[in-house]
């Protein structure tokens, strides 16, 4: 399968003399090379402010939406850095996004229970529930970094299934099957009365998934991501040219767990609630058809795989909804369809175009423009 | 007048972008013994893969008994009577040499035929059949290429197609080999392409010698002439 | 005292179930060098239509056999229509693939037949059967060993003696060369799937008398549970499945019972790092590759 560039590489390539500028950052002692920071942080700039405008103009429930995709996004980047970059195949980021959820709704509660109030309260849970999807993450890492293909994807199965057990067992803090449910402050009084309160639910999410890009895909740039691809491509090479190959593959995991938590807490957030049902092997299943569908390894493949996460259920109910059916047969089809064409999604995508939906547009604007060449991965086959 | 068997023209294939054979040109007539000889790289085991089907060839001619070979899976090549035994001789490990031989049978309907075949398989190579029930990975490198010849040869071919069968054994075991190769010659008229790094046994046996070099051929000789032309052997074979 | 005999005898009916399973993971390990992600969702996809066809018949033993048949078809249809057009050229294809269907399969059965617990009747006594004042197995278990000791046999039996088992072990074992012998390697692929769904088939009608009920997802579990059986005994190695499903029945009996039935995942989980980290090929691998 092969990686594509990130958004704004494609530009830098077409001139031959912007080549070795961008090759050589302005500050080499820096990790990141000032000048790949300065322009992720410009794109993100950019970005926050055409989605702060597009949530002025989205009606309520689109903005619910946007806060939705926005949450998918922070999961799938990680994962898509995770199994796409490095090579390490989890089906347990569900769990890891569980995590964070949970540990969102508990820290609202406990401090929701004292009184606090504010931004900064929320603030708190979800750092806390990326701490602690972070640690989950280093535990899980920790013993994935010996295991390779199928043996890590059960591994992380099992993890998958260990989310509804343990809420059961540990019902008394956890909820069990009927899981939690929290208060979150309404929009801060700064923002007017008439706030609504889903445009703050969407910045609320897109702040997480801005800040998750910006760390992603600088860290794709830098030389961490290229040790992860090393380490995908060639443990054996990459291990005589002097990588950590279990470290790599810890951190990786550390990283893309700590992006699901923060997924995970968002969906909570939005929810105001979490329950097992909600963070289900489907959800992991899920999560990996958005980034196979997207584009593996690619970021603006996350984007695509989170947009479709959400888009597909609303266009199978919107086909349900044309044919008059019984109010049994409705909730069948409104619940499974989605499901049907997300698996059957990634089987096609997978035999036809396993690149994704970003290699496939990739191809099509060099068919289009062909001076605008993305530099070939040594992925490519 | 003997019939040509195989008749090889323009053969062109390859891996990938370029091509390990480049129009190979190729005669062997029945009942008679083909040395393919030259260095290493020089496509011979190509040349035998693509015989077989195992290699799709990108343009050329391959002609067996008169019929083209054009498109035959490879399953249905040992039915019409070629048989490969391939580079490094094919003996899968796990199984018996029992089970190894007759699975080089099982594609034979007529059941009592391949039975007897069996039995005459034991016969000619009595080490196999006193390891009858002996693992593949427990055979020396000897036994192991006399259970992949007994094992192309319980599908009674016409031609056999040999990959360097003289990898790893002893000069003595070669001779071995290469006198069965006479013999079965002489009994029942098979004819032999032998890739062979081994010059001398190869060309003790042969009857012609086809040399290669960089997939193409370089010269089709008899056998007599290549032992015997010092000018010849010294140009293309290193002696 | 009590306690302890009955839950090891419930275990070693789990445990002989899983062991079918593991057997079925097996066979496709051995034969397509994939696990096959996607045995549980075929195992439930053949179960319901059994539930269909005993609803429509009124016997179980024709829905049995129904199962059987659908394990079969659907293995079948699996590689045929899917599996030979995946790349193979990285491990995780097949994958990611087999995910896919599990998706696919369990969404189509819930919009057939909806996500509810379905009731599934055994088709005996389930009442434990006194020897000697002590409770131990009752008839239905009783059926299951019989059952899974069968197909046991019967398999062993394919693959030592028979002609076809022959062929099938190597096509495995040595694909091209036995190519070159005349074996049709893709075909005895596509009857290792065939035989290895059937297989899970059998498995799933064994265990989902004693489950909640069906329902897409009732085969997750266990999946995972004879995924760990099998890693445990070594993915390569037939024997190994039996044995470690055994283990794994046992130990997850002994944890339903003592600790709690919602904690079994996690000893499932517990279990699966634990072999992994400590032997990662098995207890009864064979470490030698596969040379030619």
Known sequence: MSVIGEPGQRVEQTTPASAPAAAAPAKPHLPWGGSTLLRHLALVALAAVVLLGLTYWLEPFRNYQLATVAAYLCATAGLTVLTGLNGQLSLGHGALMAAGAYTVALTQQMLTDRGATGVGVLVVSLGCGVLVSLLAGAVIGVAAARLRGPYLAGVTLAVALVVPALAITFDGTLGGEQGLSFYVDPPPAALGPYFPYERWQAWLALAGALLVMLLLANLVRSRFGRSLRAVRDDEVAARLAGIHVARTQVLAFVVSAACAGLGGGLLAVLAQSVSPGAFSMTLSLFLLMAIVVGGLGSLAGAVWGALLLVILPELTHLITEQFTLAPATAQRLDGNLPLALFGGTLVVVMIVAPGGIQRVLVRLARRIDPRRRTAPGPEER | MTTELLSVRGLTAGYGAAPVLREIDLTVHAGSITAVLGANGAGKTTLLRTLSGLLRPSSGEIRYDGVSLHGVPVEQVVRRGVAHVPEGRGVVTELTVDENLRLGGLWRRDRAAAKQTLAEVYELFPPLAQRRRHAGHQLSGGERQMLALGRALMARPRLLLLDEPSLGLAPRVTAQIMGLLRRLRERTGLTVLLVEQNVRSALSVADQGVVMSLGQVVSTADAERLRSDDELRHLYLGF | ?292
């Open chain 3, 1 to 292: 005292m009590d306690r302890f005999v009955f839950l090891t005898f419930d275990g070693l009916v789990r445990g002989v179930v899983l062991a079918a399973f593991a057997l079925a993971l097996v066979l496709i390990w051995r034969a397509a060098r994939i696990v096959n992600f996607a045995q549980g969702a075929m195992a439930v996809a053949s179960v319901y239509v059994a539930y269909s066809v005993t609803a429509a018949t009124g016997s179980y033993w024709i829905g049995f056999a129904a199962a059987l048949l659908a394990g079969l078809a659907l293995g079948t249809l699996v590689d045929v229509a899917v599996m030979r057009f995946v790349d193979h050229s990285s491990p995780l294809n097949a994958v990611i693939v087999a995910l896919g269907l599990v998706l696919l399969l369990q969404a189509v059965l819930g919009m057939t037949y909806g996500n509810e617990y379905l009731p599934v009747a055994a088709p005996l006594s389930r009442d434990a059967l006194s020897i000697g004042g002590l409770a131990l197995l009752s008839r239905y278990d009783l059926f299951v060993f019989a059952a899974v000791l069968v197909v046991v046999v019967a398999l062993a039996l394919l693959f030592t003696r028979t002609p076809v088992g022959l062929r099938m072990r190597a096509a495995a074992f040595a694909p091209q060369v036995s190519r070159l012998l005349g074996v049709n390697v893709g075909g005895m692929l596509t009857l290792g799937w065939a035989l290895a769904a059937g297989v899970g088939a059998l498995a799933g009608m064994l265990v989902l008398p004693t489950e909640l009920g069906l329902h897409p997802n009732a085969m997750d579990l266990v999946f995972v549970s004879a995924f760990t059986a099998a890693v445990v005994g070594g993915l390569d190695s037939p024997a190994g499945a039996v044995v470690g499903g055994v283990a794994v029945g046992l130990i997850l009996s002994y944890v339903s019972g003592y600790v709690g039935s919602d904690t079994a995942p996690i000893a499932v989980l517990v279990l699966l790092l634990a072999v992994l980290l400590i032997r990662p090929n098995g207890l009864f691998s064979s470490a030698q590759a596969r040379h030619v």
